[in-house]
């Protein structure tokens, strides 16, 4: 069951959503209209754009002949990758290089009827030429009016036109320039041409954020892409950056194997002057000394000589070990290890020192346990005191030994030296100069072979990239004709939507029978459409919608009194604030209850605001409820008949007292209820508004049933809490709700009668009708 009220509810909801887009259809209409106008005029103005796209491949490798010959001289890095390539390509040389070369920083304009201007860079009749650049901004708009075949006029901003020709130059402060003719320039005699001037590196920076370059995955080829008004000149620029990329990385490439080969030129002259400074030095040497063959006389006294140094450095290195052990002996504590007597033949030392070594350890193993003074140190200290004593001596002994073979080994080598300076001893110098001779020659071979390498390597240099795909356009990117309607459909549709709903947002009022059902947990009894006329009674014509709808109302208001035929049917009329019409209600329900012959008598209780003498064109309506209540009238002098009906009878409220709810809750106005059921069918009592006086309440007790009259578009939506309110609190008998001057074509139960063939609306007034109409807007 909850399920299915849901699927109603949201129902409901829907048809009053489209019923209030139907109700507000011009509204619509202009919107539409207008979003579709603006679509299409943005269409004509904004001028298309395309894509263009290219792709290139880019290698990753060296030549190994080119990374052998530069790594091995370390004076080159391996070739860099896809990104530094892709840094390369959107580098400002690169882009400022195709700006200058397609001289993108001039731009050709041609007005359209549109207010708009077209790029006519493929088209265009002339071709500005700077000659010379002055030191003002280049940022400049003229338009150029092409007169004739020899003669143009210049139009700037606030000042006059001025006629020049074409062959002539002129000057600005931003340099000396010209106008060149093109093949297209007889197309355009007469026309008025645009020229856009703008700085280089502004161009430059642009063109770096529009071209977009992006590596393809899992591949070594790399995506152009760019969006241009005029697809030609998109290719060129595409094309043109390939060209200057690949030839940046050409000579990239060439620039650092130049490098390369002017280092190894440098180097191998100077390689070579020293090879010339050392065979000259060679050959020299040998004729001034006449050397041509060494004696091998030569090579016995070297030799000899080396057997001899040999000798005396051992001699040497023997003496130095018994310095080192005199050093050890005459230290003061004679602590660590003893030296070492290696290369020293004399076991009687070695047994000394090991002797020495032993004594020591073992007084040191004493000390661990017992304290230095102790007697028992003084037998070991004795024997330490010996065997350094021997050892002296031994040392003594052995270093005279040594010293005077030294002195013998000293003689003989002086004898050695005597005889070898007697010989052509020159060989030693000789080979020192050969050998550098042949270090020379080997390096200027080496470098000898690089440069050629690097010669052939530079000569063949190609670049890294290869082109896959030539620039190519991929159509127009925008703007889209169909998002554009697409989007215009939609505001159209989306802003009066936001108007309606806001507007009703705003105005917080109740807008439909969805609304009073949700805001007071009520249902409603019946809705009535908005009367076209302003006449109070309505009902007289029977061929109305709404005087179908009192009379649908007649017949509900017999069932609400359980169909009880008996006299006195007391009803109640009230609403939360003043002007939603409860006494419209009454006075109409009153009329088709006369018109169907139920005596009823209308009761105005609203005695500060009466008006049913008004309505109902009492001549007599000064005399009223207040003047009974006081004592001032009788019943037969308040109740007057109308001219309707013979069974409508009405009481007015007569003057206003000072304390109108003080006479409402009189025992008098109680009887005279009393009296009213026995004479008549229905007695329908209109009451101020509950929500601003309490008249209502003090009243519903002698009441049977209470209708209780909403307005849309005018009641305010926080009433809807206080009407559930009053009926939590049973504050008014048996209250039902009445929803009254609904907008027809807002409302479903409205639309049947609309459409019910039987009943033939009158012939509204054009005032009446243009008043319908702008309620739609």
Partial sequence: MEVANSIDSGSAKARVFFNKILFHWPLYLIFLTVCLGLAVFYLKYKRPVYQIYAKVMVKDQQKEANKAALEAINLTEAQTGIDEQMGLMSSIPVTKQVVEDLQLWTTYLERTPYYSYK??????????????????SLNSIFDVVIESDSTFLIKQPKEKSIRFAFQNSLVN????????????????????????????????????????????????????????????????IVDDLIRVYMAASVEEKRRSTQNTIKFVEERLGSITQELNNVENKYTGYKSVRGITEIADQSSQYVGGAQSNEKQLNDIKIQISVLDGVDRYLNSDDNKGNAPSTLGINSPALQSYIDRLTDLQLERTKMLSTLPE????????????????????????????????????????????????????????????????????ENLFVYLLQKKEELSLDYASTISDAAIIDQAHSGGQSAPIPGSVYAMALLFGLIVPTGMIYGRDAFKNKVSS????????????????????????????????????????????????????????????FTSSISGEGKSFVLSNLGTVLAIAGKKTVLVELDLRNPTLATRFNLKNSTIGLTDYIIGNANQTQIIQKSEISDDLHIICGGAVPPNPSELLGSKQLANLISELKLKYDHILIDTPPVHILTDATIIS???????????????????????????????????????????SELHANSYIYQKNSYIKEPTRSMKSKMKKFASRF
């Fill in 513 to 572: 029978k969805g609304a009073v059902i949700e805001g007071t947990g009520l249902p409603v009894l019946i809705e009535i459409t908005d009367s076209d006329t302003t006449d109070p009674i309505v009902v007289l014509n029977q061929k109305t919608f709404i005087g179908e709808q009192f009379r649908d109302l007649r017949t509900k208001l017999s069932y609400l009194h359980n169909n009880n035929n008996n006299p006195g049917k007391t009803t109640l």
């Fill in 373 to 440: 003074s102790n007697p028992l140190f003084n037998p070991i200290n004795q024997q330490i005191a010996l065997t350094r004593t021997a050892l002296k001596e031994n040392l003594k002994t052995t270093r005279a030994s040594l010293l005077e073979t030294q002195r013998n080994l000293q003689s003989v080598g002086s004898s050695y030296q005597s005889t070898i300076r007697s010989l052509p001893g020159q060989e030693r110098d000789l080979k020192d100069i050969d050998r550098m001779k042949g270090i020379k």
């Fill in 701 to 743: 007790p002698m009441c049977d049933l209470c209708l209780y009259v909403i307005r849309q578009d005018y009641t305010p939506s926080q009433e809807l809490g206080f009407i559930n309110e009053l009926s939590s609190d049973n504050k008014l008998p048996r209250m039902k709700l009445i929803f009254n001057a609904v907008k």
């Fill in 173 to 236: 402060s931003f340099g000396t320039w010209k106008l060149d003719k093109t093949p297209d320039f007889k197309h355009y005699i007469g026309k008025t041409i645009r020229i856009k001037l703008r700085e280089i590196d502004d161009v430059v920076s642009y063109y770096q954020g529009a071209i977009h370059e992006s590596p393809i995955a899992k591949s070594s080829m790399v995506a152009f892409r760019l969006e241009d008004e005029v697809p030609e000149r998109g290719r060129e």
């Fill in 119 to 136: 790029d006519i860079y493929s088209t265009t009749p002339v071709e500005f030429k700077l000659i010379s650049r002055g030191k003002g």
